[in-house]
């Protein structure tokens, strides 16, 4: 079977005047672990230890599921990216820190994380090409600013219908789990995988989507249902994704800022969950300046109440 890998960039939140780190934890973590061999969650010294003060990071540690990829000596633009708030007397310049002298902000936690999950991905993307993608814990992209430039992409959205196992469900469990049952976690990766090329490729928009949304559908599923059969205690969630790329015709409709999105309704897996589907938008994304083979993923949490 072949290794994937996922980055994921700590995340901080400011807050009367002090920012905070977020650990990855709860549903987000079972749910990039469910479908990734590997999470690299990296780190830079002066802004947090290797260690982590996580149990459950701690434990896929050990189990040689998490890695912590060391972003060392670097530079760093400290400027807002489109579309974040404005930080009062933030500096607008690009300035040269090194670990040893690094100024701590409200703004540098943030750039830091960027900086150091690029750095992580570039890695981990040489070492086993087209095997890595990325993830934040936000509901917009953001890239390390000096690395972004804005493309024609793709964002896609399984909303309400992918099932993971619940937030209080132990990892070992899990791991033992995706042990017995790879096949089938097999099979909806390969979906996940191919169906966007597949989908935005084909001369037949609207039949492309019947056809291959059917086969992601008995694929979901499948999945839940295996799930329910081993008694893991499950929920379903959403999985969201932008990726960059020449799309072609499919951008035709969709110059300068506009947007040309659809969605597409699927049956619920479980009782209650209600606007369940896929959602698919051509527009404009924040993608790395240097594209890298395979195109990576960026994955997000998602940003709708309802669709």
């Known amino acids: 079977m072949d290794k994937r890998g996922i980055v994921i960039a700590q995340r901080h939140i400011t807050a009367n005047g002090a920012t905070r780190l977020l650990q990855l934890s709860g549903l987000e973590l079972r749910k990039y672990l469910f479908f990734w061999d590997v999470i690299d969650y990296p780190y830079c010294p002066v802004l947090s230890e290797k260690t982590i003060d996580n149990l459950d990071l701690q434990f896929l540690e050990s189990a040689n599921v998490l890695q912590r990829t060391e972003l060392k000596d670097f530079n760093i633009n400290i400027t807002p990216q489109p ?21 701590i902000s409200m703004r540098l936690p943030i750039e830091v994380s960027l900086k150091a999950q690029m750095n992580a991905y570039k890695i981990n993307d040489k070492l086993e090409p087209g095997h890595w993608t990325m993830a934040q814990l936000t509901t917009e992209p953001r890239l390390y600013m000096q690395e972004a430039v804005t493309r024609p992409g793709i964002e896609f959205e399984l909303y309400n219908i992918l099932p993971i196992p619940e937030h209080d469900v132990p990892l070992n469990e899990i791991l033992e789990f995706k ?98 589907g896929l959602y698919l938008a051509a527009k404009k994304l924040i993608s790395p300046r240097k594209q890298h083979k395979g195109h990576p993923y960026l994955y997000l949490s998602s940003a709708r109440d309802n669709i």
Not at 84 to 102: A, F
Not at 179 to 197: A, N, V
Not at 236 to 259: N, Y
């Open 179 to 276: 042990e017995r049952r790879s096949d089938e976690l097999i099979e909806l990766r390969c979906y996940l995988d191919d169906i966007y090329q597949k989908i935005v490729s084909s001369a037949d928009l609207p039949r492309s989507k019947i056809t291959e949304i059917t086969k992601l559908e008995k694929s979901l599923r499948d999945l839940d249902s295996v799930l329910e059969a081993d008694g893991i205690n499950r929920t379903s969630t959403s999985l969201r994704s932008f990726i960059a790329g020449d799309f072609g015709s499919i951008f035709s409709a969709a110059t300068g800022t506009a947007v040309l999105s659809s969605f597409v309704e699927m049956t619920p897996l479980m009782h209650g969950v209600v606007n369940v």
């Open 83 to 103: 579309g974040e708030e404005t930080i009062e007397d933030l500096p607008t310049s690009t300035v040269t820190y090194t670990p040893n002298e690094m100024v």
